[in-house]
Structure formats: C-alpha cells, structure tokens
C-alpha cells in the first residue's frame, strides 16, 4: 500500500527506510496520456524531497502523447507548480540501470495537500473505497511488446522471426529473455511466465499480482525495464498498441480477482461459474462501463488500430469464460482444488492507458455495480463478428468504441467514473483524450503508427 504523507512537510520529516545505495533516483509519475514522466534527484537529495517534495508543472495533465500541451477547465497552461513526493515504501535500486533507483510519487499542491489531479492517489483511494466495503482485490498487468532492431532509426525491423508462439522465436530470445527475468527478480518483481506472441517480433511476460497501487507501479517499473534491458541487447522495445498497420498490436491486459473475510468472490458460489453475487455485481459494474473504460485504458488515436475484431483484442462489450474475443473473460483456471485461481481479464487495454487510472476506475465501476446489485447478462462464446444481426441483438453484445471522439464521449457521460475521479481529474483526462482524437482525426494509419512507434 502506498505511504506518502497526508500533508507536506510531512510532520517531524521524513527518515529513509532505508538509504538509497544509488547516486540517483528517478522519481516516476504517469499523465493522461499514458506517458511516464521524471524528475530525478541525487541519492543525498532524497530525504529532502521526501519531506518537500521536487517540482513539476502541472501542465503535464494535460499533455498529449505528442507531448502538445491542451487547457481544460480546471487544469492547463503555464501557471503554478505541483510538488512530487516519492513512495520510499516502493523505492527500488534499478539492477536495469546501474547507479540509479527509482521511486513512484504522488503530486501534491504548493499548499502542502494533495493534488485533485494525482492519478496514483486516485487509484489508493478506490483501493481504500474498495477495503471500506469489505473487498480486497488483487491485479495484475499483462505486458506485450516487440523488440525492433536499433539501427532502424525510422521504422520498426523486427529483431525476431519465426512462427507466433514458437521454440524457433524463443531461441533467439533465450539470453535475452534469462536477464530479463533475472533484472526483473533483482527489482523485486516476480516474472510467472514469458512466450513468444504472434505479432512480428512480439514478446510477452506475466508477473505475480498485487494490490492495486503495487500492480500499477509494476507495470510502470516493468516496462522502464524492458526498454532498458532491449537497448542493452541491442534492440528496441515497441510498446505501443500497434506494430503494424493491419495486423495485431500490443495490448497490456489488466487481471483482477476479489476476496472478502469469507474468501474469493469468484468462486464457491452459486452464481456463473461459481461466482458470488458480489463477485457478479462486481463484474457485472465493469462491464456496464468498459465503453468508458476504453477512453481510460486504450484511448489513443492508435488505439483503435489494434481495436479490431477476430484479434482477440477485446471490442466486443461482453463477457464469457476463457472467451477471448470478449472484452470480458472469465478465467476459472484448473478445478483441482477448493480455491482455484479465478480471476477477471480485461482485454481492451493496451500501453497508452495511464496504469493508476486504469486499476482505480476499474475498481470505481466494480463498486458502483456491487452498491447497484447488477446482475450479468448471459455470457456469450464465439467471435461475435460472426452472429447475425438478430443473434447479436438477442445477446445485447455491443461493440466498444471505434474512435477516440466515441470513447470521450462515454467517459464524459460515466456518472460512477466522474464521481470516483472528481472534477479536475475527470475533465483533464477528458481534455487530453479529446485533444488527441481532433490532432489526429485526419491522420492515415500509417501516420499514427509513426508518431506512437516509440512513446510508450
């Protein structure tokens, strides 16, 4: 759980838990847009900041992935100054990046509380919304990505080939694939597996889950780390959401699973595939908003690229167990035991979502169908493109958005995300979603694969 002080000064300072043994740390957070952004101090400057904090603009709100600067209603413009407090409970030597350390931050006002706007703040505080309603949850990201030769400075060389899945493409990743993992254990990440994918030069891992801040800090920790272990093979790292033009992107599903005092609610019960009703109402909530889920976890303009049916990108607003063309799938995971490890996956997500806001309006949309008592409609299996039209109509299975401009509209008009994340969150988001969708809504597919190529 993240522990940064309520107010700065944090009361009586600050003590290191423990000193840095680096010369630097980098102290990360993520905008709207879903780019990481740092400022850095020397090893000697941390205890400092940790009780003052270091500036940042609070332009970045609303900042596009371009790096184009928009004015919301609240948030934008020249003015003022936010102050990043580091989470020293997460603080980590980057064996990735000799030297240094790393720290997430929350942002704080120069008043001394907490900015509106913090995206990591808002995800601890659904955290806490969730543990007040006796739910705990636990999540975990997805991470794809394709690894481009280096001296390709314009374009993407795979620096891989052979079949999706294949031990052809695994050995000409072993080495690579073993210091990863090893980089990754150092920093305290605990890798479950690594493959091949199947788009060009395409990789994936899973990592072990953890509460919702945690699952969102990995994620970011996770990829800072496969960039940095790429360049040292050699290579780059391609995170963006689309590889390609025409073919599968990159996608950064998130999994989830809740507990009570009385266990998990995804299993023992009566419910579908044995799901407590707390457990359906919980998904039943995020699967009502997963239209304004997509403008939060997968609303960049080339987004919508990977977006595509018989993908198993996730564009289809529905839910089935081990159904992979729905943007809801149920996992059950082997029945041999009393507890089984069933768990939710969203699909629809991909690397240019902020991870913060991600887990914390997940979590907003669970809850409000749990205080809702919702229900799941029927679950569906199959690729939906092929029912027909009456079939589709009969199961209420409804594609998500295929813009930008539709994916702001239905964050715009989500009363349970608007009131989770407040007003100047909520419409800075907005602001730069909206922003994207008009720079780029004449922009060829090609053109959008150039300009995120390289951002995430």
């Known amino acids: 759980m993240a522990t940064t002080p309520d107010r700065i000064p944090a009361e009586g300072g600050t003590a290191l838990i423990d000193k840095p043994n680096a010369s630097m740390v980098a102290l990360s957070f993520v905008d709207n847009a879903g780019i990481t952004r740092v400022k850095a101090v020397p090893g000697q400057r941390l205890e400092h900041a940790s009780r003052y904090g270091v500036g940042v603009s609070p332009c970045f709100e609303t900042f596009a992935f371009d790096d184009l600067m928009a004015v919301g209603r609240y948030l934008g413009g020249p003015d003022g100054d ?12 980057l064996a990735c990046q000799p030297g240094w350390a790393w720290a997430p931050a929350d942002k704080y006002t120069q008043d001394g509380a907490r900015s509106a706007a913090c995206q990591r703040h808002f995800a601890a505080r659904q955290a806490e919304a969730a543990r007040a309603a006796g739910l705990r949850l636990s999540m975990a990201f997805e991470t794809e990505w394709s690894v ?30 073993a210091d990863l993992v090893a980089v990754l254990d150092r920093q305290g990440i605990t890798v479950d597996q690594f493959h091949p994918e199947y788009a060009p030069g395409q990789l994936e891992l ?6 919702p801040v945690a699952a969102a800090d990995d994620a970011v920790l996770v990829r800072h780390t496969i960039r940095q272990v790429s360049v040292q093979h050699g290579w780059r790292a391609l995170l963006a959401p689309c590889i390609e033009t025409g073919g599968t992107g990159s996608g950064a599903h998130l999994h989830l699973s809740v507990h009570d005092d009385r266990g998990p609610l995804f299993a023992r019960g009566e419910g579908p595939h044995g799901m407590r009703p707390t457990g359906e109402a919980f998904l039943a909530g995020i699967l009502r908003e997963l239209p304004a889920l997509v403008a939060v976890g997968a609303g960049n303009p080339a987004s919508f690229l990977r977006l595509e049916p018989s993908r198993w990108a996730g564009v289809w607003q529905c839910w089935g167990r ?14 041999g035991t009393e507890d089984w490890a069933a768990n939710a996956e969203i699909k629809c997500f991909d690397a240019t979502g902020n991870p913060y806001l991600i887990v ?6 669970g809850l409000a169908g749990v205080a809702e008592q919702l229900r799941l409609p029927p679950e569906i299996t199959g690729d939906p493109v092929t029912f027909d039209t009456e079939a589709l109509m009969m199961s209420d299975v409804r594609r998500l958005p295929t813009t930008p401009t539709e994916a702001a509209d239905q964050l715009a008009a989500s009363r349970p995300l608007a009131g989770a994340m407040g007003a100047e969150l909520h419409d800075a988001l907005l602001t730069v979603r909206r922003a994207e969708a008009e720079r780029y809504a004449e922009a060829s597919a090609e053109e959008l694969v150039a300009l995120t190529r390289w951002r995430f």
């Open 206 to 211: 899973s990592i072990e889950p953890s509460e």
């Open 82 to 93: 936010l102050r990043l407090i580091p989470d020293l409970t997460r603080m980590t030597g």
């Open 148 to 177: 481009g030769r280096a001296d390709d400075t314009d374009g993407f060389t795979p620096a891989i080939h052979g079949p999706a899945y294949g031990m052809v493409r695994l050995g000409q990743v072993a080495d690579y694939a």
């Open 322 to 335: 081990e159904t992979r063309e729905a943007a809801l799938r149920f996992v059950t995971g082997v029945r």
């Open 360 to 365: 914390g309006s997940v979590i907003a949309a």
